[in-house]
């Protein structure tokens, strides 16, 4: 589909998505964090979400366009950024110089993120960093470069404020 079409129905999904964790959560909490393909139109989108008056008020939307960002849930301190300029080599000292007080306090650490478009985990200096897959197929440019052998899915997380990260719930398309 072209550009509006795509943004009209990832406005739509979103909408109906964010309705559905409001009447079944206690608080819902939309988090930007851009994607090297998409900077612009994640940051329009998050904005358009902005402006619609769910009908359950505990919707909260974090729209600031800073590349990494931290949330924490019980001892849990969690990162989120999609990772693709920052320095491998300084990539395991991100979230401890940049979230020294919250960092020093948790019991876990985890660092979600994209880019790379297949699901790994690994453990680096106490962070256990969790690369999610994609859900978008492949288009002309990654076939020409050869990137079609990643599996199409999402992942939900499910952490305990007292446990940490305690299920994830993976869905290959």
């Not at 079944?24 to 979400?49: C, R």
């Not at 300084?90 to 020093?104: D, I, R, V």
């Not at 478009?117 to 020409?144: A, C, F, K, M």
Request: hydrophobic share 40%.
């Amino acid at each position: 589909v072209d550009v509006y079409k795509m943004f009209e129905i990832g406005l739509e999904f979103s909408i109906d998505i964010i309705n559905y964790l409001s009447y079944n959560f206690e608080s819902v909490n939309v988090v930007l964090v851009q994607g090297n393909h998409d900077k612009l139109l994640s940051y329009m989108l998050i904005k358009a979400l902005e402006q619609k008056d769910f009908v359950n008020r505990n919707v909260c939307f974090d729209s600031s366009v800073a590349p990494r960002k931290y949330i924490t849930i019980g001892d849990s301190l969690i990162g989120l950024g999609h990772l693709d300029t920052e320095n491998k080599k300084q990539k395991q000292f991100l979230m401890q110089n940049e979230e020294k007080e919250l960092y020093g306090k948790s019991k876990y650490n985890y660092f979600i993120s994209g880019h790379l478009h297949n699901y790994s985990v690994e453990e680096i200096g106490g962070v256990q960093y969790i690369r999610l897959p994609s859900l978008s197929g492949t288009d002309n440019w990654h076939n020409e470069m050869g990137f079609v052998t990643s599996i199409k899915g999402a992942i939900a997380f499910e952490f305990d404020t007292d446990k940490g990260l305690v299920n994830k719930i993976i869905f290959n398309l």
